[in-house]
């Protein structure tokens, strides 16, 4: 009887430990957690010097400043064209032919 009742006590406390709030599981859940937020928190950090090195080159190199306007805003010297090309989806055209038939 008595080692009938130290395994029920053993098995709960292994359940506890297991499956409670603060048990193992939950807390394997929470360390995948925090590693996917360190991993994107690294990410955005990189991003951040990338676009910090860009705000200086913009500050600092007139050239970079004057292709960054041409390419973000579609400006043109005077003596140059300039062509727009659009992409178009692919899922838009076969929608539209799909109609067609």
């Known amino acids: 009887m008595r080692h009938l009742i130290f395994l029920l006590i053993v098995a709960g406390l292994v359940f506890y430990l297991l499956f409670a709030t603060n048990g193992l599981i939950q807390y394997k859940e929470l360390i995948n957690i925090r590693e996917k937020y360190r991993k994107e928190s690294m990410e955005y950090d990189k991003k951040i010097s990338q676009l910090k090195e860009e705000i200086e080159l913009l500050k ?28 178009h989806d692919d899922s838009l055209h076969s929608k539209r032919d799909n109609k067609k038939n």
């Open 60 to 87: 600092k190199n007139r050239d970079y400043l004057e292709m960054y306007i041409r390419k973000e805003l579609n400006y043109k010297k005077n003596e140059e064209d300039l062509y727009i090309i659009i992409n």
